[in-house]
Nanobody
Framework: QVQLVESGGGLVQAGGSLRLSCAAS????????MGWFRQAPGKEREFVAA????????YYADTAKGRFTISRDNAKNTVYLQMNSLKPEDTAVYYCADSRYIRVVVTTAEYDYWGQGTQVTVSS
């Protein structure tokens, strides 16, 4: 069983930055792909970014490319999402997730454990 706890969300003006963290416990994450998803009110949960266990292979949704950076510190069992140049349309609850796969995966069905989410609100 894996427990994931996100932190770092908040209210920020458009153009600002936030860094989300996801701390894991219960099992080492070092061999699993980790991902970030988000869900805005009235919308489905969508993929944002994923990172393989070595951290040398990352993948981003088009909406995140060039603005967001996913990283991980396996020694700390923590995954990060650095978000820059934030836009109002980035407003959502952001979720960290742990996959059973070692390759990069992008659908919610391919992730087994989820955090409780952290709210990100970007004002215009």
């Amino acid at each position: 069983q894996v427990q994931l706890v996100e932190s770092g969300g908040g209210l920020v003006q458009a153009g600002g930055s936030l860094r989300l963290s996801c701390a894991a416990s219960g099992r080492t994450l070092s061999t699993h792909t980790m991902g970030w998803f988000r869900q805005a009110p009235g919308k489905e949960r969508e993929f944002v970014a994923a990172i393989k266990w070595r951290g040398d292979n990352t993948y981003y949704a088009d909406t995140a490319k060039g603005r967001f950076t996913i990283s991980r510190d396996n020694a700390k069992n923590t995954v990060y999402l650095q978000m820059n140049s934030l836009k109002p349309e980035d407003t959502a609850v952001y979720y960290c997730a742990d996959s059973r796969y070692i390759r990069v995966v992008v659908t919610t069905a391919e992730y087994d454990y989820w955090g409780q989410g952290t709210q990100v609100t970007v004002s215009s």
